[in-house]
């Protein structure tokens, strides 16, 4: 079982950056996929990224393509994500998430979640 602690979030004005991280525990980090994926007030939970165990190859939503950028660095177990151009639709709990492979991060293990709030 993997353990994962989101940090990073808070309150940011439209048009700026964030950088959320997530700390990776109890299991070889460098061979599973890791993504993040939010949730806002009244509202599914969605993906936002996906990065592969190599990192070689990322994935977006349309949402946010072009604005973030998910990486990771396997030495320290820990996956980012930067997002710029911050819009307030951006605000949600974002959690992360891990798994063997990018197609069942959904049903991984799981953060607690950290919160980012944009406001206009």
């Known amino acids: 079982q993997v353990q994962l602690v989101e940090s990073g979030g808070g309150l940011v004005q439209a048009g700026g950056s964030l950088r959320l991280s997530c700390a990776a525990s109890g299991r070889t980090f460098r061979n599973y996929a890791m993504g993040w994926f939010r949730q806002a007030p009244g509202k599914e939970r969605e993906f936002v990224a996906a990065?592969?165990?190599?990192?070689?190859?990322?994935y977006y939503a349309d949402s946010v393509k072009g604005r973030f950028t998910i990486s990771r660095d396997n030495a320290k177990n820990t996956v980012f994500l930067q997002m710029n151009s911050l819009k307030p639709e951006d605000t949600a709990v974002y959690y992360c998430a891990s798994s063997a492979s990018i197609a069942t991060l959904s049903s991984g293990s799981w953060g607690q979640g950290t919160q980012v709030t944009v406001s206009s």
């Open positions: 990065i592969y165990w190599s990192g070689s190859n990322t």
